[in-house]
């Protein structure tokens, strides 16, 4: 049975900083395509970054700059660096794991369809 289990969500101030954790079970995340997506309030589900088999990555214009992922295949988890956070960055965090081809475009590698499995999620909040 896959699961992915996200950690590290919690509350900071403006400008603070938070790393994710997503441990993956069932499935060995080296052959996966693996992203980072999250849900505000009224809003819809949107990637914020992913990353390849081959390690290039794609972000929403949103946290680039910002946001780093990375993955750590001996622990079969990956991660979201998330830096400089603003009220903005409010949502719940996802990961998610997917078949991509390599020929798939950043646009599509940060759309939801992309991905087969996905965590539960996990809270964060910027509030001063």
């Known amino acids: 049975q896959v699961q992915l289990v996200e950690s590290g969500g919690g509350s900071v101030q403006p400008g603070g900083t938070l790393r994710l954790s997503c441990a993956a079970s069932?499935?060995?995340?080296?052959?996966?395509?693996l992203a980072w997506f999250r849900q505000a309030p009224g809003k819809e589900r949107e990637g914020v970054a992913a990353?390849?088999?081959?390690?290039?990555?794609a972000y929403a214009d949103s946290v680039k700059g910002r946001f780093a992922i990375s993955q750590d295949y001996a622990k079969n988890t990956m991660y979201l660096q998330m830096d400089s956070l603003q009220a903005e960055d409010t949502a719940i965090y996802s990961c998610?794991?997917?078949?991509?081809?390599?020929?798939?475009?950043?646009?599509?590698?940060?759309?939801?369809?992309?991905?087969?499995?996905w965590g539960q999620g996990t809270q964060v909040t910027i509030s001063s």
């Open positions: 990353m390849r088999t081959d390690g290039r990555t």
């Open positions: 069932g499935l060995s995340l080296s052959t996966y395509s």
């Open positions: 998610a794991a997917g078949l991509i081809s390599r020929y798939a475009s950043s646009a599509y590698i940060l759309t939801r369809k992309a991905y087969q499995y």
